[in-house]
């Protein structure tokens, strides 16, 4: 699945067809993606598509979650040492358990997903869209740490087109979530398939983990890159259309 060595921001020809890869460099001569598996405890790649939740996920509401999250968060800053009397500390507890529950974990919750605007093909263009630069902003459910990038995403028309900036928030919906990248593209993926009813759809993101920039190996210049094809996006000339318009 990895490519050898070295790091990279374009994708190699050939390497990730119909499949998934993490860039990253090797260390002391030890793979990235080995290295970061034995530190994790976890292989990348072996996720899932759903993110793993329990069935019972949302009985509770988000106010009480909010609470429950507040009084937890308290916890561990008092377990840090933090002195939570302190006028900057002291709504921290409040402030975090908000931001998960109602804004970067906001996509857990099926309720906030962005239902789509589809329209006629009117004008039967059948050539490839192609929406670049989407702003990945997700976080690591490994470390709970920003995972910052960019999303490309692209497909050809069944006879329904989607509203443009709906591909942007269905890029969006998926990050609001505790991600891996690999089941952030393929969920991301799955989702154009449904909703635009056609498998000729493609998916990439190049994104920073913070977990590896700021911790761990600490290398600020590696980037991830991963990618999903399907349908005519598996074939060569298609992909390397693609490839073309994305830089
Ligand atoms: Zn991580």
Known sequence: MKPNGTSSNTPRNGVHRDGLYRDAPDYNGQPADQLLADEIGDVHGA???????????????????????????????????LDLTDDSLKGSPRRVAKMYVKEIFRGLNPDNKPAPTLFDNKFRYNEMLVEKDITVQTYCEH???????????????????????????????????????????????????????????????????LCVSTRGVQDIN??????????????????????????
Do not use: W
């Open 143 to 209: 470390h709970f740490v920003p995972i910052l990038g960019k999303a490309h995403v692209a497909y050809i028309s069944s006879g329904k087109v989607i509203g443009l900036s709906k591909l942007n928030r269905i890029v969006e919906y998926y990050c609001k979530r505790p991600q891996v990248q690999e089941r952030l593209t393929m969920q991301i993926a799955d989702e154009l398939k449904r909703v635009l009813e056609t498998d000729d759809v493609a998916v990439l993101i190049d994104a920073k983990h």
């Open 222 to 247: 590696s980037s991830t890159i991963t990618s999903s094809y399907s349908g005519k996006f598996a074939d060569d000339a298609t992909r390397q259309e693609l490839l073309r318009y994305i830089g």
């Open 47 to 81: 996720a899932a598509l759903d993110t793993p939740m329990r069935p019972d996920a949302f009985a509770l509401d988000d106010d009480t979650k909010i609470d429950l999250i507040e009084e937890h968060f308290r916890e561990i800053m008092n377990i840090l040492g």
